[in-house]
Structure formats: C-alpha cells, structure tokens
C-alpha cells in the first residue's frame, strides 16, 4: 500500500460576499451550493482513474444544499461550468461567482462508477436565491 501524502488545499464552496473586493453583491450566493472542494492534482488524479485530467474534485456535499439537490456526489470531479473549463478550486470560485440568482447552470462532472467506469455526468439547475 502507497504512503505518500499530498497536502492539498481544501476549501469549502463558498464563505463571504461575492466579489467582495470589488463592492458588488449581486451575483449568486455561491455558499449555498454546497460544495466542498479542492483542486484536482495529477497524483490524486492518476489515483481515480482519471489520467491527465484538470479540475476540481468534491470531498464533500452539503445534506439539502443545491449541490445535492442536482446529484452531485463526493469524489465528483468538476471540469467545466457552463461550457467553460474549471482547472483550479480559483477558477470554480471564479465561475460561481460570475453567476447570477435564477440562472441556469450545467456542470460538467466526471464520476468513477464501479460498474461502469469513468462517466461523464452533467448536474443540472437554477441558481438557488
């Protein structure tokens, strides 16, 4: 068994204002997703199945949250919002962020089924008010 440990950072989906530094609020509540999530490394990558892929992995969703609600699951690996590519925890941050209440919203999710395989998954919603 591999003991190597890669410290990752590990962020929750969001606290604070959106786009606070630039005085406006009127985007989406982003920590109402209900997300938990960390940018996917090429090590923990390699570990799920998913060679060579970028984006962002969910450790954890929120029991009743929006996240739930459109069938995320831990272990889900974020790669687009949108049509636009997530690489980093920054940019889903970013992406959530542009949001607006009410907006329609489509995730691009790779998803490691034991049966199936890799499957490419795509969560679906408004922006929750």
Known sequence: METNVTVEARDRVFS???NEKEGSSDGSSPEKFGLH???LSSERAR????????GVIVSEVEPGSFAEDIGFAAGDAIV??????VDTFNGLHRALSDLRKGQDVV???LRQDEKRGLLTVFPAGKVPA
């Open 80 to 85: 687009e919002v949108n049509h636009n590519s």
């Open 107 to 109: 995730f691009k999710v």
């Open 37 to 39: 999530a960390q940018t």
């Open 47 to 54: 570990h799920l199945g998913m060679q060579g892929q970028r």
């Open 16 to 18: 604070g204002s959106v």
